[in-house]
């Protein structure tokens, strides 16, 4: 018999064949994650290994040699024998295998296998005669090794490791060990007869495991899950009788929840009149036999599974663990690895036997510490692909789904309670969302979902499940609530000991996602808990082994390097060293540096809130780094915008500042366009070529005819319209905000004017170092052209779409060709080559400091 927390369930006799099972049907295949995982990983293997053998060409060569050398020395009789076990078995072998999956009907399973093997097939013949034939040299020369080896893959294997990586041999030694020993011999029989080289043979085998994996993943594995009747069945190893059973949540409905859960009805015991059971023992006494007392007067006994249809809907609830799903958000759980500090974090991966081991006991532990929880009943196998945990089923709701009237300040101080005896034990749950807190229809709180638990934990763990259920209350309740009621249980203390982890990277994906609309949740959290204690320390603890943006600064910065290198090295130094005209540079310089003054005018007259000068300088600087790694339009509004929000300004409003100062710029842009394009044509006739030619206009004209037509169109319109008032929302408001201030406007309209006279000296400069010389409205005309170009073109920077737009404007406006092209790259370089190192200095302590 089986004892369960003091209650004897004896063991009922009876199949549980036929018991019915409400659920809707299971789809005959499924994408198992592990697939996507496996394929991806083989993928960059495959990448890794191109990568060694074309810089690492003598080492693989070497390696090769060495091997061959010492086949050599190898008995030819046993070469010979495994060249012939090899030729039969590594196509005998799995065929085999096949053969005894179509005996146990698991058809569908070879088919997809076999699918695999003929995309192999067709891939690695592809390969070795096409690819070799039409591109020959570099990586293919390294991986057929010298021309000694004849194939770059090898074509007999690939496809068979293609069909067991798809036919699934997981559990079967035998079949693992006969397939892989074939292969193996295949491969040295490659080796030994030059046929192909160790590089071959290491991108034969991950894109064999490639195309298997990609193809299991893309046409489905057949549905490994076992069917509700199967798990319901599964309980009579446990002792008990089911009579009937639903499937329940979200995925009964078509949601994707990561374990299977079903409400089971147990059948009557089959006793007899006298009220005893088939083994002489008196039922009632069994199953009542319980806990008499109370922990803390709060935990009055219940009685446990077997009298279902008199003590509620379901007397059971089964939690599915099913073996594919144990991958699932393996990805996420990596990141946070990575990011987050080792004792923040639980294990990543765990195995079916440890997912169903740790549950159980964060079960018992939860029970042994006195807080309130379903009760474990049992836990068993289901198959090799499943396994169950029983739990006694509590009737209620999860607190997310209780009306806001009902959350009482009693039921919080419950919910409270529950918590303080998990950290007493010492136990970290690590998920303490709304829907891990039960309110049962006793109006008591339970605590549930402890599939992450911890036992043990350290000290860390249990303050950030403090951080965590008291941000989670908050959302529900409100910060006053729910830090009052915590420190009616918990104490000022510990809560003032969770200030410094009340962070967003501390909580849950899904706490989270719920804090983006409430940002100032967090921190109303920490005002309520230092009106408690003032004295308590607000700095937040490093969690973070690295932050998002240090990511985005590595790949910033080496996107930059690989631009700016070879555009740099392109220069001719000693060309511009000898012909310049230094103080001509030097003047191009100032004025470069100028426009970082002006552009952070032009932002600070905009803004209605104060702003320092000198750092909002410096954030010019950082965009001129950002600038490199996206488009010219996109970079700068990117970094002022969090500018300002740093700076205290609302996410709204600062939007609509950055919005207003773009908006002016455009429409001063257009403006001088348009006045310097008439002021050149009349006064300079060597610009008359710059005028739209009758191809410019009958474009011009298409283009408009076009988009006129398409916005009659209704649903086009929405999108155009909806797309024009994110992009300015707000702005007329910031803008009449402006206007009041005549200091304000000064400083944006002088600031916008500002950067454009800063870059016209500076191209006018650049032309004069080499000797050239241009009417100054013929420069202005030229930088404004390019300017628009730059800023429309995807580029990062506009690189490609400056230059050539510059260099041809100043061609046709009358300076030579070697002229003309030694002042834009001197321009260039002053406005958007030589800022990037200072702009990432300034980028890495903006962020430092927290300004963006």
Same mark, same amino acid.
Request: charged content about 20%; glycine content about 10%.
């Given at each position: ?30 994408? %198992?994650?592990? @697939? ?29 040699? #060495? ?8 008995? %030819? ?8 076990? &090899? &030729? ?25 296998? =076999? ?59 035998? $079949? !693992?060990?006969?397939? $892989? ?15 192909? /080289? ?42 008990? %009788? ?38 002489? *023992? ?5 199953? #009542?036999?319980?806990? #008499?007392?109370?922990?803390?007067? @709060? ?67 939860? #029970? ?31 607190? *997310? ?23 007493? *034990? ?61 420190? /009616? ?56 082994? +690295? ?19 070879? !555009? ?14 230094? $103080? ?76 207003? &100062? ?15 394009? +008439?002021?050149?044509? /009349? ?53 009449? @905000?402006?206007? !009041? ?34 009417? $100054?409205? /013929?420069?202005?005309?030229? +930088? ?5 170009? *730059? ?7 506009? =690189? ?7 260099? =041809? ?12 092209? &030694? ?30």
């Amino acid at each position: 018999m089986t004892r369960t927390h003091g209650a004897v369930v004896r063991p009922r006799q009876g199949a549980a064949a036929g018991v019915p099972v409400d659920e809707p049907a299971q789809p005959d295949r499924i994408r %198992r994650p592990a @697939d996507a995982i496996r394929f991806a990983a083989s993928c960059a293997l495959l990448a890794a290994v191109m990568l060694l053998v074309s810089i690492a060409q003598q080492t693989t060569h070497g390696l090769q040699t #060495d091997i061959a050398e010492g086949t050599a020395h190898a008995p %030819r009789l046993l070469l010979s024998l495994a060249t012939l076990a &090899s &030729s039969f078995g590594v196509l005998a072998v799995p065929v085999a295998f096949a053969v005894e999956r179509l005996f146990h009907k698991d058809g569908t399973r070879v088919a997809i296998a =076999l699918l695999a093997a003929a995309i192999a097939l067709l891939v690695t013949i592809g390969l070795d005669d096409m690819v070799v034939s039409s591109a020959p040299g570099g990586v293919l020369d390294s991986l057929i090794w010298g021309g000694t080896a004849t194939a770059p893959v090898h074509t007999d294997i690939a496809p068979v490791i293609a069909f067991v990586s798809a036919v699934g041999m997981a559990g079967r030694i035998r $079949w !693992q060990a006969a397939t $892989w020993t074939m292969i193996g011999l295949a491969a040295l029989t490659g080796l030994t007869a030059s046929y192909a /080289s160790v590089a071959a043979l290491a991108a034969t085998y991950l894109l064999g495991r490639a195309i298997g994996h990609g193809t299991l993943y893309a046409v489905g594995t057949p549905n490994p899950r076992p069917s509700g009747a199967a798990v319901v069945a599964a309980l009579e190893r446990l002792g008990l %009788r089911p009579g009937r059973a639903v499937r329940l949540g979200d995925a009964a409905e078509g949601g994707t929840e990561e374990t299977r859960r079903y409400g089971v009805v147990l059948a009557p015991s089959p006793a007899g009149p006298d009220g005893v059971d088939d083994d002489g *023992g008196d039922i009632d006494a069994d199953i #009542d036999r319980d806990f #008499d007392g109370d922990f803390d007067g @709060d935990r009055g006994g219940r009685p446990l599974p077997g009298r279902g249809a008199r003590h509620g809907e379901w007397d059971l609830e089964l939690r599915v663990l099913d073996r594919d799903q144990q991958t699932a958000g393996i990805l996420y759980r990596v990141w946070r690895l990575l990011r987050l500090r080792g004792a923040t974090t639980g294990r990543t991966l765990r195995s079916l036997r440890r997912s169903l081991e740790q549950e159980s006991l964060m079960a018992y532990a939860v #029970d042994a510490a006195g807080a309130r929880t379903p009760r474990l009943v049992g836990t068993s196998e289901v198959g090799t692909e499943a396994a169950l945990l029983a739990y006694e089923h509590v009737p209620g709701r999860r607190l *997310g789904d209780v009306p806001a009237d009902e959350v009482t300040d009693a039921l919080l101080t419950d919910v409270w309670r529950q918590f303080r005896r998990l950290q007493a *034990g010492r136990l970290a749950h690590r998920r303490l969302e709304d829907g891990a807190v039960l309110v049962g229809d006793d109006g008591r709180a339970y605590v549930t979902d402890l599939r992450f638990g911890e036992i043990a934990a350290g000290d860390l763990a249990l303050r950030l499940d403090l951080a965590q259920l008291l941000t989670t209350l908050a959302l529900r309740t409100g910060p006053e609530r729910a830090v009052r009621t915590a420190a /009616s249980v918990l104490g000022e203390e510990a809560l003032a000991a969770t200030v410094p982890l009340l962070q967003r990277v501390a909580l849950s994906r899904a706490t989270r996602a719920a804090l983006r609309h409430r940002r100032d949740l967090l921190t109303r959290i920490r005002e309520q808990i230092v009106r408690l204690k003032p004295e308590t320390e607000a700095a937040p603890v490093r969690l973070e082994r +690295f932050q998002p943006r240090t990511i985005f600064s590595i790949v910033a910065l080496s996107i930059a390097a690989y631009i700016v290198i070879p !555009q740099v090295g392109s220069l001719d130094f000693a060309h511009l060293m000898s012909t310049a005209t230094w $103080w001509w540079v030097a003047v191009a310089l100032g004025a470069a540096a100028l426009t970082y003054l002006a552009a952070a005018l032009m932002l600070m007259g905009f803004v209605p809130e104060r702003l320092p000068l000198w750092r909002t300088a410096l954030v010019q600087v950082a965009a001129s780094f950002v600038k490199l790694v996206a488009p010219a339009a996109v970079g700068g509004v990117a970094i002022n915008t969090r500018y300002l929000q740093r700076s205290g300004v609302r996410p709204g409003p600062a939007v609509a500042s950055v919005g207003a &100062s773009q908006l002016m710029g455009m429409a001063t842009h257009i403006l001088l366009l348009i006045l310097f394009g +008439f002021l050149t044509g /009349s006064a300079n006739n060597a610009t008359k070529d710059l005028a739209p030619s009758r191809t410019i206009v009958i474009v011009v004209l298409a283009l408009g005819l076009v988009a006129g037509i398409a916005l009659t169109i209704p649903k086009v319109r929405r999108v155009v319209t909806a797309r024009l008032k994110s992009m300015f929302s707000g702005v007329v408001p910031r803008l009449v @905000d402006v206007l !009041q201030s005549p200091k304000k406007l000064a400083t944006g309209m002088g600031g916008t004017l500002l950067l454009t006279v800063a870059f016209v000296v500076c191209l006018d400069a650049s032309i004069r170092a080499f000797g050239g010389s241009l009417h $100054w409205t /013929s420069v202005v005309v030229v +930088f404004l052209t390019a300017n628009a170009l *730059g800023s429309a073109a995807p580029t990062p920077g506009g =690189l490609g779409a400056v230059e050539g737009a510059l260099t =041809l404007a100043l061609t046709i406006s009358g300076l030579t060709a070697e002229t003309a092209t &030694s002042a834009v790259l001197l321009y260039r370089l002053l406005t958007l080559w030589l800022p990037v190192l200072p702009g990432w200095a300034a980028f890495a302590y903006l962020q430092r400091k927290g300004a963006i």
